[in-house]
């Protein structure tokens, strides 16, 4: 896949817009002699950008409109430093509106469904992203937002919610719940739309299981517009890109090279029509993989795989690249297993360690069990982590985000 004539000349519209405005990215593109772009190769050529120097625009750097286009901020937090502010005109917030109905209608979401949105409203992007969407397309919005589980499920039930929009976890937190109450047959839930968390097959499995419910990936960031820029159809052969509104390459994380289809890399994406705030080669720190090849729905739209870790996730263990992907993979070949797991990395006596903990239930032996994972991790990344076995439940389940990794050797 190369960029195409089209999205060439809505690149090289947006770099004169950014320089003519002389904001941040204006003045760094002038700075890098950059003036615009005609073929391909000027485009491979253009610097990327990096949340940092959204950090360093902080409050209002990036904006490439007068302020009296904005019609709304959003923010997104980090877990470190300054927070990053991206500033939308009202087209960019009907474009992702129709984005993201675009992604309700892929995953066969009607006007007569009701969507049940527990994504967080406020600065971030989750909750009224799902909203404006859902208001987009004509369906019902229940605009439920996190927390209060009885509540969630009260209000299941009464409205007869027929879509469930929610992080993995909580997902899982609320099939394991009605589970649990045993009300699965009030709950008129077909289909889950699930955002903004990298996760396992064994955690889809398990929510489809208790659920019976079709699943499907949203993808999006707060500094592209936010959740919905792509998300798989029902074949679900990865998750569809919206190419009309953005260029999606994959590059090698070392030495930012555009790689070919089907290799794994770093997701960039370059806004192509955004007003407040246009990013050039952005880089989301993502790795997947553009999937070579046509989905049999028909759609022409470029598919990525699934997330399979953050390229700053990667973990350097004794010399060795891992994954998190690559253990719960091992993990995931267990079905004894839950879905849960935590990785604990530090360093020992001039040695790196691995603890893993995973969890099952009371009729398997802890220690046997410790074993033979153990085994497999070391078969699979070449060296033998510490494997501690513990009841089902134990691990923490959250309404956001689960950590899963705890590198503690820089605490
Ligand atoms: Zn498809």
């Known amino acids: 896949m190369r960029i195409n004539d089209e999205q060439l000349k809505q690149v090289d519209r947006q770099i004169k817009r950014l320089i003519a405005a002389n904001n941040f990215y204006g003045k760094m593109l002038k700075d890098a002699g950059v003036d615009g772009v005609a073929t391909a190769e000027d485009f491979e050529a253009l610097p990327f950008s990096q949340k940092q120097d959204l950090r360093d625009a902080y409050p209002l750097g990036l904006s490439t409109v007068p302020d009296e286009e904005i019609v709304r901020i959003h923010s997104s937090s980090g877990t470190t430093g300054v927070p990053v502010i991206i500033p939308y005109t009202k087209k960019d917030v009907e474009d992702w509106a129709k984005m993201f109905a675009r992604c309700y209608e892929f995953a066969g979401i009607t006007k007569k469904d009701r969507i049940h949105i527990t994504p967080g409203y406020g600065l971030w992007t989750a909750g009224i992203g799902f909203q404006a ?80 419910i079709e ?74 993989r553009i999937l070579p090849g046509e989905c049999p729905c028909g759609s022409t739209y470029p598919r990525i795989d699934v997330i399979a870790g953050r390229s700053d996730d990667m973990m350097k263990i004794k010399g060795v690249n891992v994954f998190p ?71 923490p389940r959250s309404e956001k985000k689960s950590k899963r990794v705890f590198d503690e050797r820089y605490d």
């Open 325 to 395: 992907k690559q253990i719960e993979e091992v993990l995931a070949s267990f079905p004894e297993l839950s879905s849960e797991y935590q990785i604990h990395i530090s360093h020992l006596d001039g040695r790196d360690t691995m603890r893993i903990y995973v969890e099952t239930n009371g009729s398997v032996d802890f220690a046997e069990m410790a074993k033979k994972v153990a085994e497999r991790v070391k078969s699979k990344i070449g060296f033998t982590p510490l494997v501690k076995v513990v009841e089902i439940g134990v691990l």
């Open 133 to 212: 969407g859902c208001e987009y397309l004509g369906s019902m919005a229940i605009p439920m937002g996190p927390g209060n589980t009885d509540k969630q499920l009260q209000m299941m039930q009464d409205l007869g919610s027929t879509v469930l929009c929610a992080t993995s976890s909580y997902a899982l937190l609320l099939a394991e719940e009605i589970e649990k109450r045993g009300i699965r047959q009030n709950i008129k839930l077909t289909k889950g739309v699930i955002g903004s968390e990298r996760w396992g097959e064994k955690m889809r499995a398990r929510i489809r299981e208790i659920l019976g």
């Open 215 to 288: 699943l499907y990936d949203i993808y999006g960031l707060t500094e592209i517009y936010g959740p919905g820029i792509g998300i798989n159809c029902k074949y679900d052969t990865g998750m569809h890109i919206w190419d009309d509104y953005l260029y999606l390459e994959i590059i090698d994380p070392e030495t930012g090279k555009t790689l070919p289809d089907g290799e794994w890399g770093e997701i960039v994406l370059t806004t192509l029509v955004k007003e407040g705030a246009p990013l050039i080669r952005y880089r989301t720190h993502d790795i997947s």
